[in-house]
């Protein structure tokens, strides 16, 4: 089936830096990549939508200037967290819709990054 | 009002109970409709489906109301290994586009 690799699985950092999380389709190639954020208890929230060769499409409130995504080949998306603050501090996933399809078999989940800012 | 709206539970059960949980959605134009898995600090795992005529997966019953705009899973004979949390997931056309919208999940812990 189609997998998902993401990188890495935890990191603590400190304040100020910048954080690099990637996300790799293994066997499949993934036009759409969807970067979710979840915190303690509460829900995936959808942080933005990329696509291949295009710019990413933030939802409201995610600032696309501290939150860099790169989706420079079908088969890596890399979201970079840039001068991280403790209240960045979430488990981050990555979810791959494969070419051509919506349903349920299209979309496949990273293992997720457990970012840390101290 | 959230998309996509869950009990959180959680529900404590003996081992070989039933234990169902609802959730409702609040976007008439959802597509699809499914329950995934997450175990703590995992990501989540697809379950099932939710077909608008209800279906099943072994012990695991999905039903859908599209009146209602609400879906539900019923999990019979539960097992210490399906202590989990159960996410309710939508899937919304946006534009020419589609997301997943996940409520909050329901936390479920079944005991020996």
């Known amino acids: 089936g189609a997998v998902v690799s993401q990188h890495p699985s935890w990191v603590i950092c400190k304040s100020g830096t910048s954080v690099k999380i990637e996300c790799r389709s293994l066997?499949?190639?993934?036009?759409?990549m969807f970067w979710y954020r979840q915190f303690p208890k509460q829900s995936l929230m959808l942080m933005a939508t990329s696509n291949e060769g295009s710019k990413a499409t933030y939802e409201q409130g995610v600032e696309k200037d501290k939150f860099l995504i790169n989706h420079a080949s079908l088969t890596l998306s890399t979201l970079t967290v840039t001068s991280a603050h403790p209240e960045d501090s979430s488990f981050y996933i990555c979810?791959?819709?494969?070419?051509?399809?919506?349903?349920?078999?299209?979309?496949?989940f990273g293992s997720g990054t457990r970012l840390t800012v101290v | 009002r959230k998309e996509v709206e869950q009990d959180p539970g959680p529900f404590n059960v003996p081992e070989g109970a039933t234990v169902a949980f609802n959730c409702t959605y609040s976007n008439s134009a959802s597509q699809s409709f499914f329950w995934y898995r997450q175990d703590c600090r995992k990501e989540p795992k697809l379950l099932m489906s939710?077909?608008?005529s209800g279906n099943e997966d072994g012990r695991f019953t999905a039903q859908l109301n599209r009146a209602s705009q609400y879906i539900s899973l019923l999990i019979r004979d539960s097992k210490l290994s399906d202590s989990a949390t159960y996410l309710c997931?939508?899937?919304?056309?946006?534009?020419?586009?589609?997301?997943?919208?996940f409520g909050a999940g329901t936390t479920v812990t079944v005991r020996a």
């Open positions: 066997d499949f190639q993934a036009t759409t």
């Open positions: 979810s791959a819709r494969v070419l051509g399809g919506w349903a349920n078999y299209g979309y496949t």
């Open positions: 939710v077909y608008s």
């Open positions: 997931v939508v899937n919304l056309p946006l534009g020419d586009d589609y997301k997943l919208s």
